[in-house]
């Protein structure tokens, strides 16, 4: 008896990685998060394997079910929206594995933040203007250490990348505000990758209203920084807009005059390559 912890990915069933869908197919029963996880990704199970929705069941529920798969020697894949290192209640079933000689193996998968970049067509770190992507929740039912509340992750100038919020938008506005100005830009993707997939951008000053306004209230991730200023408002075939021209340095890694062990440059630039 084997499980398998997947990461299913945002949502886009083309973006389930190669070795997450042989396993899908492969394995006997299949427990995914119903709420989360595109029933499309189901589709490559194969004939006879148990479907099992655990978006109604507890810790013990799902634990129970893979008993009864070690019991019957069937092979399991535990399906988890996204990538199941990040907020998904994985290290609990990790553990029970571990204490009940449980073989288990954990497959990556893309993200809904890196998905959320996507849609937005953003990189979240640029040369010159953050070198670092902060990945948090506010605090909600999950208590949040007071070191980590925002107030003090966004003093770091880091793009802010938070899941699991946007109920809360007001409060994260709020939470921010204590330490960035109103024209912080702010951009809220709901559902990456899905068809239903939406996009809004705004400032710290106006975006809890046009979420608001949106009717947005679920699955979509908050992204706060600079980094957003370089690519806002951007039309194809036109030069940035951001701050000072294109808003961050150029980076050294393909720059003419950088060497590094593949490439060698007529002149070294100060500094390492991004």
């Not at 609990?92 to 288990?104: L, R, S, T």
């Not at 204590?178 to 709901?190: I, K, L, M, Q, R």
Request: glycine share 10%; aromatic share 6%; net charge neutral.
């Amino acid at each position: 008896m084997k499980v398998y912890f997947i990461g299913a990915g945002p949502g886009d069933p083309e973006l389930l990685t190669l070795k997450a869908k042989r396993l899908i197919g492969e394995v006997d029963v299949l427990i995914y998060a119903g709420s989360l996880v595109n029933p499309e990704v189901l589709r490559w199970a194969k004939e006879g394997a148990a479907l099992l929705d655990s978006a109604s069941m507890t810790l013990e529920d799902v634990t129970r079910e893979l008993s009864q798969a070690k019991a019957g020697g069937k092979t399991v894949a535990r399906i988890h929206s996204g990538d199941p290192s990040l907020f998904s209640a994985l290290q609990e079933q990790m553990d029970w594995c571990w204490e009940n000689a449980v073989d288990f193996e954990v497959v990556p998968g893309v993200s809904s933040f890196s998905a959320a970049s996507a849609a937005l067509r953003q990189e979240l770190t640029l040369p010159g203007v953050t070198q670092t992507v902060i990945l948090s929740r506010l605090e909600g039912k999950t208590p949040v250490p007071e070191q980590e509340r925002l107030r003090e992750l966004v003093r770091t100038g880091a793009t802010l990348v938070l899941f699991l919020s946007i109920h809360l938008i007001e409060k994260v506005v709020a939470q921010v505000r204590e330490v960035c100005s109103p024209d912080t830009p702010v951009a809220v993707v709901e559902r990456a990758s899905w068809p239903q997939e939406r996009v809004l951008r705004g400032t710290l000053a106006d975006i809890a209203a046009k979420v608001r306004e949106a009717g947005m209230s679920r699955m979509g991730i908050i992204i706060i920084g600079r980094v957003l200023s370089s690519s806002k408002g951007r039309v194809l075939g036109q030069p940035p807009t951001g701050t000072g021209g294109q808003g961050y340095e150029r980076s050294k890694l393909y720059h003419p005059g950088f060497s590094h062990g593949y490439r060698r440059g007529p002149e070294r630039v100060e500094g390492k390559g991004q």
